[in-house]
């Protein structure tokens, strides 16, 4: 199994073209899910005890399981928040997978991890967070909520008053479902704000005085969001601040997905009051073009999150010795063993410059800009709200909820496109609309007016 024989050879070979055709192809078709039997009609046992072979194996991919999945970089996929990472980048996942480096600590890892980091001075340079401040790469934004709020919780239990307390945070009903899942995970209480627009300072204030005595006492964070994922919405990141500040409280900023827009001077402005966050999750696999997985997490003093995450074992101990000193990302999140997953991004970012990711992200949130005009200019549809960053909500006119999932599932049948719909809080009730989120610099307003024009 580990030697190497023809056969690898010509898997090798075979590998790599799929892989070149793969990167180099302009078009992908969307695939369509099957069920799990129909899939195991197509590909019968693939696990037994000889094995299947190798070429046998990869053509049932080819054939069958690849095209059951939908590719995220399809120009004609704005469902949830979908990515399109660079051929650089992808390339570099490749590299990334063949040069097995264990990235937790810098003994093993150090050229990735001196990659890793170059990326993330570019990233912490966009929050304007203050010297000192450093992030690590992660799964993705859920595990860099999760290392935030643990780190927010560690950092505010350090006074033995709160030691048996179970903390408290506030956040939005804008906010991400991860925020409330890993609240769920730290075994921390959230206080939703009845509000999907912008979470206002002031809003966060009157929330704040109308807690109880023990509720008070036992809220450590506020979680803002930098774009949230229904619509692109940036809280008021200075106001929150401000309240935060005043009433020691620690400052989560969740840009998982608008984290990219830093770079985009037409929408920077928004995110004012960013740079007085302690903690910022950012995803580059949304909008920094980056392969699955990688998200980020950037603390104000990263020392905070040693504290929290550091782990300690004897077989670790080497890693903290002389001669073995260098930045260890294990230290700042949830995991141990860590693939170099921010790699790909270094590898993009320093083939292309900083420049063109600007670019790129500008053309996201211009591509949001004409689908607003179009719809507007539709005697069928028009807008909920303005678009925001990248994200646009509309409605069909006469609509109803089953039409729109009608509507999704036949443009994903067809392979033409996926476009799903959400709910847009209107007064007490929840509205189903349709909601595009541009990511690929790709799209282009022919596939936005091509899929407008199939809301017949
Ligand atoms: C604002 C926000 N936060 C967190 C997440 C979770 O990120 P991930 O899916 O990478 O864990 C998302 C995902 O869409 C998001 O949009």
Same mark, same amino acid.
């Given at each position: 199994?580990?030697?190497?024989?023809?056969?690898?050879?010509?898997?090798?070979?075979?590998?790599?073209?799929?892989? !070149?055709?793969?990167?180099?192809?302009?078009?992908?078709?969307?695939?369509?899910?099957?069920?799990?039997?129909?899939?195991?009609?197509?590909?019968?046992?693939?696990?037994?005890?000889?094995? !299947?072979?190798?070429?046998?194996?990869?053509?049932?991919?080819?054939?069958?399981?690849?095209?059951?999945?939908?590719?995220?970089?399809?120009?004609?996929?704005?469902?949830?928040?979908?990515?399109?990472?660079?051929?650089?980048?992808?390339?570099?996942?490749?590299?990334?997978?063949?040069?097995?480096?264990?990235?937790?600590?810098?003994?093993?890892?150090?050229?990735?991890?001196?990659?890793?980091?170059?990326?993330?001075?570019?990233?912490?340079?966009?929050?304007? +967070?203050?010297?000192?401040?450093?992030?690590?790469?992660?799964?993705?934004?859920?595990?860099? $909520?999760?290392?935030?709020?643990?780190?927010?919780?560690?950092?505010?239990?350090?006074?033995?008053?709160?030691?048996?307390? /179970?903390?408290?945070?506030?956040?939005?009903?804008?906010?991400?479902?991860?925020?409330?899942?890993?609240?769920?995970?730290?075994?921390?209480?959230?206080?939703?704000?009845?509000?999907?627009?912008?979470?206002?300072?002031?809003?966060?204030?009157?929330?704040?005085? $109308?807690?109880?005595?023990?509720?008070?006492?036992?809220?450590?964070?506020?979680?803002?969001?930098?774009?949230?994922?229904?619509?692109?919405?940036?809280?008021?990141?200075?106001?929150?601040?401000?309240?935060?500040?005043?009433?020691?409280?620690?400052?989560?900023?969740?840009?998982?997905?608008?984290?990219?827009?830093?770079?985009?001077?037409?929408?920077?402005?928004?995110?004012?009051?960013?740079?007085?966050?302690?903690?910022?999750?950012?995803?580059?696999?949304?909008?920094?073009?980056?392969?699955?997985?990688?998200?980020?997490?950037?603390?104000?003093?990263?020392?905070?999150?040693?504290?929290?995450?550091?782990?300690?074992?004897?077989?670790?101990?080497?890693?903290?010795?002389?001669?073995?000193?260098?930045?260890?990302?294990?230290?700042?999140?949830?995991?141990?063993?860590?693939?170099?997953?921010? +790699?790909?991004?270094?590898?993009?970012?320093?083939?292309?410059?900083?420049?063109?990711?600007?670019?790129?992200?500008?053309?996201?949130?211009?591509?949001?800009?004409?689908?607003?005009?179009?719809?507007?200019?539709?005697?069928?549809?028009?807008?909920?709200?303005?678009?925001?960053?990248?994200?646009?909500?509309?409605?069909?006119?006469?609509?109803?909820?089953?039409?729109?999932?009608?509507?999704?599932?036949?443009?994903? /049948?067809?392979?033409?496109?996926?476009?799903?719909?959400? /709910?847009?809080?209107?007064? $007490?009730?929840?509205?189903?609309?349709?909601?595009?989120?541009?990511? $690929?610099?790709?799209?282009?307003?022919?596939?936005?007016?091509?899929?407008?024009?199939?809301?017949?």
């Amino acid at each position: 199994m580990h030697k190497i024989d023809i056969e690898l050879i010509e898997m090798t070979l075979d590998v790599m073209k799929y892989a !070149i055709g793969r990167i180099s192809a302009t078009e992908h078709p969307i695939g369509k899910p099957k069920k799990a039997e129909e899939l195991k009609a197509l590909v019968g046992d693939t696990v037994t005890e000889k094995g !299947i072979g190798g070429e046998y194996a990869f053509n049932l991919w080819k054939e069958h399981l690849s095209k059951a999945n939908v590719p995220v970089d399809h120009p004609r996929n704005l469902a949830f928040v979908p990515a399109s990472p660079t051929r650089a980048a992808v390339m570099f996942d490749l590299v990334t997978s063949a040069s097995s480096i264990h990235g937790a600590y810098w003994m093993e890892g150090a050229g990735g991890i001196f990659c890793e980091n170059e990326a993330m001075q570019w990233i912490v340079s966009l929050t304007g +967070l203050p010297e000192g401040a450093f992030g690590v790469f992660t799964s993705g934004g859920t595990a860099a $909520n999760l290392s935030a709020i643990v780190t927010a919780r560690e950092y505010w239990r350090r006074d033995d008053t709160y030691k048996r307390e /179970k903390g408290l945070i506030i956040t939005s009903i804008g906010a991400h479902s991860s925020i409330k899942a890993m609240a769920k995970v730290a075994d921390v209480d959230i206080l939703l704000v009845e509000t999907e627009e912008k979470l206002t300072g002031k809003a966060l204030q009157e929330t704040i005085e $109308n807690l109880t005595f023990h509720q008070r006492k036992r809220l450590f964070a506020v979680v803002a969001t930098g774009g949230t994922t229904n619509a692109g919405i940036i809280d008021d990141l200075d106001g929150i601040a401000e309240v935060c500040e005043a009433e020691r409280l620690w400052f989560h900023v969740d840009a998982a997905y608008g984290g990219g827009a830093l770079a985009a001077d037409s929408v920077r402005p928004l995110f004012k009051g960013i740079e007085k966050a302690d903690s910022i999750t950012i995803d580059p696999h949304k909008w920094m073009f980056s392969p699955y997985d990688c998200g980020a997490v950037i603390y104000k003093e990263p020392e905070l999150a040693k504290e929290a995450h550091s782990q300690q074992g004897s077989y670790l101990d080497i890693f903290k010795d002389e001669g073995a000193h260098g930045f260890n990302p294990t230290d700042y999140q949830i995991q141990l063993t860590r693939r170099v997953r921010g +790699l790909p991004l270094w590898f993009s970012l320093a083939t292309h410059g900083t420049d063109r990711y600007k670019e790129s992200v500008e053309r996201g949130i211009e591509l949001a800009q004409i689908a607003g005009k179009m719809i507007e200019a539709h005697p069928d549809l028009e807008l909920v709200r303005e678009p925001s960053l990248s994200c646009v909500l509309y409605r069909r006119k006469g609509w109803q909820p089953e039409d729109y999932t009608h509507w999704t599932y036949e443009n994903h /049948k067809k392979g033409f496109a996926l476009v799903t719909p959400t /709910k847009w809080k209107n007064g $007490n009730t929840f509205e189903t609309v349709s909601r595009f989120c541009f990511i $690929n610099p790709d799209t282009t307003e022919k596939d936005i007016q091509m899929i407008l024009d199939s809301m017949v």
